[in-house]
């Protein structure tokens, strides 16, 4: 027999047969639960369990996609009894109870037909729009999650995080309440996950020093990881004597134990303001997913155990013996369910799918217009601001001075936005790129994180979900690894798993690309962006110089507060304290600061040296970075060779604009790509492929780095594009 049929028929039996059994002594005047509540618990419980039942029947008849059920788990429904409907939850993907529940509190909300729209991938699915079975929803304050094997748990701290931050910045206009608490739950499996850990450490660790952190960690504890059995007592040895954290135990099988520990976890987040681990015991029907034979890995009394333990059998029980409803009454409202969504199973399978590429995409990037624009500080707030350094602004300065100031500028113009980043703080940075910014603007608006770029990120995705604007930064362009699935799989999939519904901007900082003189060797000497450059909807900026970085800096925020973007924005080391191109003293890569207003580079500009009066048309090298400053010397020596050279520097690496590159090529025979990024998986492969098929008439030579690790000291260039090895290609294409 179908294991969900088994259970199925386990319940009925037991509602016929009066063989239900209470799991304790525990009754609901003991607990402060209504009979009116916890009858409504009940009904959102077997709601999910019949629709758990139906998506499994879908898939085998080819009309479902996803089967990750939430039988066992029907507990959770507490936690949305316990939690306002405006408290933000990001939730195990076995949470169907919760946000059954918690749609039965708000007016106007029909679960059953949503999540059948989810199961049989309609477009009309509410959340995604058919791009996937999620739970989720913009009403009930519920971003979507899919697989949250903890990926989740990072930005939910910074969610919670971002409550108390908004309020000591004085910044109202935000999303959560001053006095909301956000849930994230996850199982006993993702506890061990790297990410877990340090997302329930970095709360810990900020509750420790006294920091608000109204979060409640629910930890559904089935006490098995597909095949994989959690160890007894793991959950409870690690996590209920941890420093800063409260630790509370419930029975997630027993209706009236789950609801004591739920209120309990959230009456302490709201109270104190404190990060609590509900620890809930429940139990995994079924098996993993739909395809999933747990018989193979599991002895038939270890499975008519779990059997035993569903929690609807104790419900019900709970509820029969309380005098809240009969035996018959509950078979009834049961059956009534499964009568309903069978009506309702063809009507959904009718219902439309996404016809094609563009509808599938259409969520990739968020709708544009869903911020307002903001206008610029006034000039008296400006002098105010650079008043300690007013003799020095009209000055020229190198990179690092001059994205520091434009951070301070856009702090004053965006009272929402936030930097936050390990040493951003007092120290300003390794590279002082941040440097006055937290005397300027104080800890609430430059928070120095501690060293964990999960975290890092975590704390500006869930402070985005919050309305406010983070710019976070990551030393090394090599660090970003460590979290890269916070850009990839939650920050940029965001959009289109939601339907364009919830956002997170930022403008992600990273100072990357490779030292020219060989210092940090290949840790801090990171040179591929090819991690950032296949995920689809991130923009990517890469500025050659500083007052440009300024420029593309000031563009970036805008497309994060205007468009709701995730932004890149790589600042190559190798140019942070650079003052000269082509000899000691000459400071022409240092610019003079220009005020907000003045000029701007927009996303899609390109740069373009050395094509005046007709000029720069014996070659066109197309570069961007560490190549733009290389190439541009290797220009002058060029030209006293008799070579007309044009120097194309990218700007922004996505979306790359490929007419506006095409066009600027135009006038030359032949092309130069010059790129300080590893040969495979460069930006040089896309570059040649785009000449390639739109500009077939070039003759197109390539420049990049070996495919090699950077070492230390001298021998770092020999793995590097340089000032000589560009001239030497460029002869060698114009003379042959």
Not at 118 to 141: C, N, Q
Not at 172 to 178: F, I, P, R
Not at 210 to 238: H, K, Q, Y
Request: glycine share 8%; net charge negative; with cysteine.
């Amino acid at each position: 027999m179908d294991a969900a049929q088994q259970v199925h028929e386990q319940f009925v039996a037991a509602l016929e047969g009066g063989q239900l059994q209470r799991r304790s002594n525990l009754g609901l005047a003991a607990v402060g639960l209504s009979p009116m509540r916890a009858a409504a618990l009940l009904h959102s419980q077997m709601v999910s369990r019949q629709l758990d039942r139906l998506s499994r029947a879908l898939q085998a008849r080819g009309e479902g996609f996803y089967t990750i059920g939430s039988s066992g788990h029907e507990g959770n429904a507490a936690l949305a009894e316990a939690l306002r409907v405006d408290d933000i939850a990001f939730l195990h993907y076995r949470d169907a109870a919760f946000q059954i529940h918690r749609a039965n509190r708000v007016p106007g909300e029909n679960p059953m037909w949503d999540m059948l729209l989810s199961f049989t991938a309609s477009a009309e699915d509410p959340i995604s729009g058919g791009r996937h079975k999620v739970l989720g929803s913009k009403r009930l304050m519920i971003p979507p999650q899919t697989s949250t094997i903890a990926s989740h748990l990072p930005k939910a701290v910074g969610a919670a995080f971002s409550i108390g931050i908004a309020r000591r910045m004085g910044f109202e206009d935000t999303v959560l309440a001053k006095d909301g608490v956000v849930l994230c739950s996850f199982g006993d499996a993702s506890a061990n996950h790297s990410t877990a850990v340090g997302a329930l450490n970095t709360a810990a660790w900020a509750a420790f020093q006294g920091t608000p952190m109204p979060i409640v960690f629910l930890c559904e504890d089935n006490g098995i990881g597909i095949s994989t059995r959690t160890p007894v007592g793991w959950i409870e040895a690690n996590w209920s004597g941890r420093a800063g954290l409260h630790y509370i135990a419930c029975d997630g099988c027993d209706l009236a134990d789950a609801w004591r520990g739920a209120s309990e976890a959230v009456d302490l987040a709201r109270r104190y303001r404190k990060p609590v681990f509900l620890h809930m015991k429940t139990v995994r029907l079924y098996g993993h997913a739909g395809n999933d034979v747990q018989q193979v890995y599991m002895s038939k009394a270890d499975i008519a155990a779990d059997n035993a333990r569903d929690p609807l059998l104790a419900s019900a029980a709970l509820l029969i013996e309380e005098g809240v409803m009969t035996a018959a009454e509950v078979r009834e409202a049961y059956d009534a369910i499964e009568a309903q969504l069978a009506r309702q199973v063809p009507l959904a399978i009718a219902r439309p799918k996404l016809p094609d590429a563009a509808s599938v995409m259409a969520s990739i990037v968020p709708p544009k217009g869903e911020g307002v624009e903001r206008p610029l500080a006034s000039a008296e707030a400006r002098a105010a601001l650079f008043a300690d350094e007013a003799t020095a602004i009209d000055k020229p300065q190198h990179m690092a001075r001059l994205i520091s100031w434009g951070l301070a500028d856009l702090l004053l113009q965006y009272p929402n936005a936030i930097v936050c980043g390990e040493d951003v703080g007092p120290k300003g940075g390794v590279y002082n790129a941040t440097a006055r910014l937290h005397a300027r603007f104080g800890s609430a608006r430059v928070i120095n994180t501690l060293l964990d770029e999960q975290a890092i990120l975590g704390l500006a995705i869930g402070a985005a979900h919050n309305g406010l604007l983070p710019l976070p930064e990551v030393q090394f362009l090599a660090y970003v690894h460590n979290a890269e699935d916070q850009i990839r799989g939650e920050a940029a999939t965001l959009p289109f798993f939601s339907n364009g519904q919830f956002t997170n901007p930022m403008v992600l900082r990273i100072a990357g690309l490779p030292y020219q003189k060989g210092f940090g060797g290949h840790f801090h000497n990171d040179n591929s962006l090819a991690v950032f450059r296949d995920i689809p909807g991130l923009v990517i900026a890469v500025p050659s110089c500083g007052r440009e970085a300024v420029l593309m800096l000031r563009e970036c925020v805008r497309l994060a507060h205007e468009e709701s973007r995730v932004v890149i924005f790589v600042e190559p080391i190798a140019l942070y304290m650079t003052r000269d191109l082509h000899g000691e003293g000459d400071g022409l890569w240092t610019s003079v600061y220009e005020a907000p207003g003045v000029s701007e580079i927009r996303v899609g500009e390109i740069g373009v040296h050395g094509a005046k009066n007709g000029d720069g048309t014996d070659l066109a090298v197309v570069t961007y970075g560490n190549g733009v400053y290389l190439s541009l010397q290797a220009q002058k020596l060029l030209a006293e060779a008799g070579v007309s050279v044009r120097v194309i520097d990218l700007r922004w690496i996505a979306p790359l604009a490929e007419d506006a590159l095409l066009a600027a090529v135009d006038p030359c025979g032949q092309v130069l790509v010059v790129d300080e990024c590893r040969e495979t998986g460069s930006q040089s492969e896309a570059l040649l492929a785009l000449m390639a098929l739109r500009a077939p008439e070039k003759a197109l030579g390539v420049l990049a780095a070996t495919d090699s690790f950077i070492p230390l000291a001298r021998a770092a260039t020999h793995t590097l594009p340089s000032r000589d090895m560009i001239v030497a290609k460029a002869l060698e294409m114009v003379r042959g």
